[in-house]
């Protein structure tokens, strides 16, 4: 059974910085691509990032470039999003995701398996 489960989100002031964490189960993180999507609140889903099997990572929010990295623990069968320089338009839940394909969805933000999501909010 597909299992993501996401962790670290949480309440940070603006300039801060978060990890999440996406623990894997039922398959072999590193054998697919897993994407981080993010939902604000009466916004749109809107994809992050995303991880290949052979480690291509994709960012598809422009505003993200240069604070968020995207990463994979194999050992661990977890992928990661180290947030830093948040800004209050980056509050969001926050979900990990996979189509349990080799490749990233177009756009980021269409999955067939997704985590419960972890809440961020960058607030003063």
């Known amino acids: 059974q597909v299992q993501l489960v996401e962790s670290g989100g949480g309440l940070v002031q603006p300039g801060g910085s978060l990890r999440l964490s996406c623990a894997v189960s039922g398959f072999t993180a590193a054998d697919y691509a897993i994407g981080w999507v993010r939902q604000a609140p009466g916004k749109e889903r809107e994809g992050v990032s995303c991880i290949t099997d052979t480690h291509t990572i994709q960012y598809f929010v422009d505003s993200v470039k240069g604070r968020f990295t995207m990463s994979r623990d194999n050992a661990k069968n977890t992928v990661y999003l180290e947030m830093s320089s948040l800004k209050p338009e980056d509050t969001a839940v926050y979900y990990c995701?996979?189509?349990?394909?080799?490749?990233?969805?177009?756009?980021?933000?269409?999955?067939?398996?997704w985590g419960q999501g972890t809440q961020v909010t960058v607030s003063s």
């Open positions: 995701a996979t189509d349990r394909t080799t490749t990233c969805p177009l756009g980021g933000f269409v999955y067939a398996h």
